[in-house]
C-alpha cells in the first residue's frame, strides 16, 4: 500500500505558542490530502481539504485561522495549530489520496498533540 | 446528511470466532465502502473496501458483505485473532469529480479477541 508520513508523532507545547504537523505522501503523488482530529474513544472527524496548489476547504465549525494548511507540493500539507490552548490537545491524522486511483486513501501515524 | 452507522460499539469475541460489524447508510450516492483497523496511538489502517457493483469481497479472512437495497454493509473477520484486537471504522464517500473524496466514518467498533 501507499505510505503517508506524519511528523511529528507527538508534540507538547505550551500555550499561546504554534504546532506545525507535516504529512508527507512517500511514494505516491496527492492532489488531496486531508486532515482530521480524534478523540480518545471517538470516531475521526475531518477538519479540512487540504488541496494542491489552492486554499484549503475547512469544514464547518473548523477555525481556518487556527487551524492554517498548506499544500505547497503534490507530496507535503502542513497543519500549523496556531496560538495553542489545552481545548486543542488531541490526536491529529492526515491522509492522502492516491492520484489515479479514485476512492483509495491512506493514512499517517498521526500526531499527539499536548498544550499545556 | 451524509451519516454512516455502526454497530456494536463494542464486541468481544473468543479466539478462532467470526467476528461481524454491522455499517448502513443513507446516502445513495456514496460508491466507495472501505473498512479501517486502527490501533491505539496510530493511524487507521486501510483493511479492506468494497464498491457497490459487487454484494461480496474477500480478502484474507476478511470479508465485506453488500447490500445495495438495504443500504448497509458489513465487515466479518473470520478465525479471529488476538491480534485483531483493535478498533475498526467503516466508511463510505462519494467519488467527486476533480478528484475530491470525502470519507464520511462510522462512529467505530472496538473489537477484543479474547483467548
Known amino acids: 500500500g501507499a505510505v503517508v508520513s506524519q511528523h511529528p508523532s507527538w508534540v507538547i507545547c505550551k500555550s499561546g505558542t504554534s504546532v506545525k504537523i507535516e504529512c508527507r505522501s512517500l511514494?505516491?503523488?496527492?492532489?488531496?490530502m486531508f486532515w482530521y482530529r480524534q478523540f480518545p474513544k471517538q470516531s475521526l472527524m475531518l477538519m479540512a481539504t487540504?488541496?494542491?496548489?489552492?486554499?484549503?476547504?475547512?469544514e464547518q465549525g473548523v477555525e481556518k485561522d487556527k487551524f492554517l494548511i498548506n499544500h505547497a507540493s503534490l507530496t507535503l500539507s502542513t497543519l500549523t495549530v496556531t496560538s495553542a490552548h489545552p481545548e486543542d490537545s488531541s490526536f491529529y491524522i492526515c491522509?492522502?489520496?492516491?492520484?489515479?486511483?479514485?476512492?483509495?486513501?491512506?493514512f499517517g501515524q498521526g500526531t499527539r498533540l499536548t498544550v499545556v | 446528511q451524509q451519516q454512516v452507522k455502526q454497530s456494536p460499539q463494542s464486541l468481544i469475541v473468543q479466539k478462532g470466532g467470526i467476528s461481524i460489524i454491522n455499517c448502513a447508510y443513507e446516502?445513495?450516492?456514496?460508491?466507495?465502502f472501505p473498512w479501517y483497523q486502527q490501533f491505539p496511538g496510530k493511524g487507521p489502517a486501510l483493511l479492506i473496501a468494497?464498491?457497490?457493483?459487487?454484494s461480496e469481497k474477500k480478502e484474507g479472512r476478511f470479508t465485506i458483505s453488500f447490500n445495495k437495497s438495504a443500504k448497509q454493509f458489513s465487515l466479518h473477520i473470520m478465525d479471529s485473532q488476538p491480534g485483531d484486537s483493535a478498533t475498526y471504522f467503516c466508511?463510505?464517500?462519494?467519488?467527486?469529480?476533480?478528484?475530491?473524496?470525502?470519507?464520511?466514518f462510522g462512529t467505530g467498533t472496538q473489537l477484543k479477541v479474547e483467548l
Open positions: 491522509s492522502a489520496r492516491v492520484l489515479g486511483r479514485t476512492g483509495e486513501a491512506f
Open positions: 511514494d505516491f503523488q496527492a492532489t488531496t
Open positions: 487540504s488541496n494542491e496548489g489552492s486554499k484549503a476547504t475547512y
Open positions: 446516502n445513495t450516492a456514496f460508491d466507495y
Open positions: 468494497i464498491r457497490p457493483d459487487v
Open positions: 466508511a463510505a464517500s462519494i467519488i467527486l469529480t476533480g478528484g475530491g473524496n470525502k470519507l464520511t
